[in-house]
């Protein structure tokens, strides 16, 4: 158990419609990254929150964007949805413990019709 | 930006045989290199990593090799067992925080 979580498990959205995903992860572990994971294919990074700030983003548009709360938990919200964005969605915490290792949540799979 | 390319793509055993995937990067500014384990429905798990200031690790079957000159690193799993059976990914980041490059994955499958 990583003690990431992550909701919904699965969610289906028709083009144009917006979405939020959710992840909650353990106390402590105040850096989250998300990650899309196409199918067949490895999880592409993101972006990164670090103390409630964006901390680094990989090459997503716009309409991509986080929040990190205070209790750790973190928000993943994309506008515009489109066909390419049905994949499987990661976040991933870590604890600044000199090792900072990334552990994954089971993901969310979204399914845009 | 850092590139990862992994081979193979599959990789079928029989059970008690070892496996090697192995993995090439393109940023040597890298310095940690996980590997992830994924089972289906799952997200991924880290089974071992290693930092550049080691050349090898092991954890009971699996090892980890780091050849930082060449700029590629292997998964070793000795006797395998059917539980082994998922699709393994290497990446690559400059420090275990920060934004981690993926490999495109190897299906592990292990016949019984």
């Known amino acids: 158990e990583t003690g990431v979580t992550q909701s919904p498990t699965h969610l289906i959205k028709t083009r144009g419609q917006q979405v939020t995903l959710r992840c909650s992860s353990q106390?402590?572990?105040?850096?989250v990254s998300w990650y899309q994971q196409a199918l067949g294919q490895g999880p592409q990074f993101i972006f990164q929150?670090?103390?409630?700030?964006?901390?680094g983003r990989g090459n997503f548009p716009p309409r991509f964007s986080g929040l990190q709360f205070p209790n750790y938990s973190s928000e993943l919200n994309v506008n515009a949805l489109e066909l390419d964005d049905s994949a499987l969605y990661l976040c991933?915490?870590?604890?600044?413990?000199?090792?900072?290792?990334?552990?994954f949540g089971p993901g969310t799979r979204l399914l845009v019709l | 930006g850092e590139n990862v390319e992994q081979h193979p793509s599959t990789l079928s055993v029989q059970e008690g045989d070892s496996a090697v995937i192995k993995c090439t990067y393109s940023?040597?500014?890298?310095?940690?290199f996980p590997w992830y384990k994924q089972e289906l429905g799952k997200g991924p798990q880290l089974i071992i990593d290693?930092?550049?200031?080691?050349g090898e690790k092991k954890d009971q079957r699996i090892a980890v090799t780091l050849n930082k000159t060449a700029k590629h690193f292997s998964l070793h799993i000795t006797e395998t067992q059917p539980e082994d059976s998922a699709v393994y990914f290497c990446?690559?980041?400059?420090?275990?925080?920060?934004?981690?490059?993926f490999g495109g994955g190897t299906r592990l499958m292990v016949k019984p």
């Open positions: 991933a915490s870590s604890v600044p413990d000199g090792q900072e290792t990334q552990y």
């Open positions: 106390s402590g572990h105040n850096t």
């Open positions: 929150y670090y103390r409630e700030e964006e901390n």
């Open positions: 940023d040597s500014a890298s310095n940690y």
């Open positions: 290693i930092r550049s200031n080691v």
């Open positions: 990446a690559a980041s400059l420090n275990a925080g920060n934004m981690l490059t």
